[in-house]
């Protein structure tokens, strides 16, 4: 036998032994379960410390079986830009998704990352503001429209479950993202609601489910940076009775997982994209906007029932954290990095601090903002702010800021709040130890101009690093005194 005719045999011999340790290594591979909230506050959780009694019980033994993290952020509080980041370990400047824009064309992502690592890649909901142009990297992709407008628990467990059935069928590991569209407006039981439900030209009057917990005005608490007054109460209870609803579809997701027998091999991680969408939360850079709930639950590496109050984590580490997490090279271009070492209860540097953005909102007027929040301090850049240009985005309907307006009609300290939140100043101060809620804003007051010096630079420095198109709008302001 000829030594060509020889290395044939041997190659088709052992062809079928490399199929199944690839086929193996795959089965092996840690799956991926991302589960994401629409505009829940990160204390509108229990494990959070939400004074709702029994508001989210799924999503608190979450975070009993693993990580959650006092310090962590999103990038960005808008929801589609943020899934951006998410999905990029880029800033929206340096990815394209400044607003409800695409990712750029030849931005890596991580949906594509996986897929091409020979992932089974599934989506619930959201599926138009996460990569929207790269669709057909889902091996399945289920809308909102199918899930009760991304709102039936039920739903959301029988699609979980199939997506990870055909997975196993595939012989693939899994990345499954589960999207809750609750808590986001229409809020259950509101005029919105029941608006979009009578109306067949804008819904299927069957497509919002009901709920199997209805939260009264006077069971719930009204945040700090929002007034006590009767509407606000009574749009804050419909909101909390969604986000009972998200922890059902919370529970439901991973009760899918349990019963498959993979949620030993699974990391999983759970986050909101932004806080609640209501005035001073939702589209800004407070510490309410862009503070979430990030939990992160993996047997074998994380150790159950971890709170870490040290170390800063962002949007912009998801990617690279999942990447390394599951042994893949990180994204080319990433400003993020793996927080893996903190998941092991490692120590890891420079997580000090964290960068957050506004460009522009879904109504594409451009409100530019730049913020970075220490662990006592938050400063703001308010690039946009001249006085004269007046602030718009979604969190102003329904009855709470309708409420604001009409009161400050005769209450001198809620019109000055309202003023700030349609104008603001260019720049606001706070020190987020004592005022979490940033009711009072340091900028002018001269004991804290050493502070609001160094944190101008420490900003600056990060608009350097990161070619940010705002960068000549902050010059202005570091020969300030």
Same mark, same amino acid.
């Given at each position: ?6 290395? !044939?045999?041997?190659?088709?011999? +052992? /062809? #079928?032994? %490399?199929?199944?340790?690839?086929? @193996?290594? $795959?089965? =092996? ?67 394209? !998704?400044?607003?409800?824009?695409? +990712? /750029? #064309?030849? %931005?890596?992502?991580?949906?594509? @990352?996986? $897929?091409? =690592? ?364």
């Amino acid at each position: 036998m000829q030594l060509r005719q020889l290395i !044939a045999v041997v190659l088709v011999g +052992i /062809s #079928p032994l %490399v199929g199944q340790v690839e086929t @193996a290594c $795959q089965a =092996a591979r840690t799956n991926f379960l991302l589960i994401t909230v629409d505009d829940m506050n990160w204390d509108s959780v229990g494990a959070f410390g939400c004074g709702v009694a029994n508001i989210t019980p799924n999503i608190d033994r979450l975070a009993s079986q693993g990580m959650r993290f006092q310090h962590a952020h999103v990038t960005i509080a808008i929801c589609q830009p943020t899934r951006a980041v998410w999905m990029t370990g880029r800033y929206p400047h340096r990815n394209g !998704a400044l607003g409800f824009d695409p +990712i /750029s #064309p030849g %931005v890596p992502t991580l949906l594509e @990352a996986l $897929q091409d =690592a020979g992932y089974f890649t599934g989506i619930l909901a959201k599926v138009p503001h996460v990569v929207p142009t790269r669709g057909k990297s889902w091996d399945v992709a289920v809308r909102a429209s199918d899930l009760k407008m991304g709102r039936d628990p039920n739903l959301y467990y029988q699609r979980s479950r199939e997506i990870i059935r055909q997975a196993t069928a595939a012989k693939k590991p899994f990345f499954l993202m589960a999207n809750s569209q609750d808590p986001h407006r229409p809020f259950a039981g509101s005029a919105q609601e029941q608006g979009r439900k009578k109306n067949p030209k804008k819904k299927n009057p069957n497509s919002f489910p009901g709920v199997s917990r209805t939260y009264k005005p006077e069971e719930i608490t009204v945040p700090g940076f929002l007034p006590d007054l009767p509407e606000v109460r009574k749009e804050i209870a419909q909101y909390y009775t969604s986000v009972h609803r998200a922890d059902e579809i919370t529970g439901a997701v991973l009760r899918a997982l349990e019963e498959s027998g993979a949620a030993d091999n699974t990391l999983v991680m759970f986050l909101s994209d932004h806080g609640m969408p209501l005035p001073f939360a939702k589209t800004n850079c407070w510490h309410h906007s862009t503070r979430t709930p990030w939990i992160v639950r993996w047997p074998g590496t994380v150790k159950a029932g971890t709170y870490d109050q040290t170390h800063f984590v962002s949007g912009i580490d998801l990617a690279p954290t999942v990447l390394d997490a599951v042994g893949l090279r990180s994204l080319e271009g990433s400003d993020g990095r793996s927080f893996l070492p903190v998941l092991r209860g490692e120590s890891q540097d420079g997580r000090d601090r964290v960068f957050t953005h506004i460009n522009r909102t879904a109504g594409r007027k451009e409100y530019p903002m730049r913020a970075v929040q220490t662990a006592k301090f938050g400063y703001i850049f308010n690039g946009w702010s001249d006085g004269k240009t007046r602030f718009k985005n979604e969190s102003q309907n329904g009855l709470t800021m309708a409420a604001m307006v009409r009161m400050a009609e005769t209450d001198k300290k809620l019109a000055d709040r309202v003023k700030h939140f349609l104008y603001r100043t260019q720049e606001e101060l706070y020190d987020y130890e004592k005022d979490p809620d940033a009711l009072n804003n340091l900028a002018e007051n001269p004991k804290y101009k050493q502070e609001l010096s160094r944190l101008r630079e420490m900003l600056h420095a990060h608009m350097r690093a990161t070619s940010d198109p705002q960068l000549a709008a902050i010059r202005s302001r570091l020969s300030k005194p």
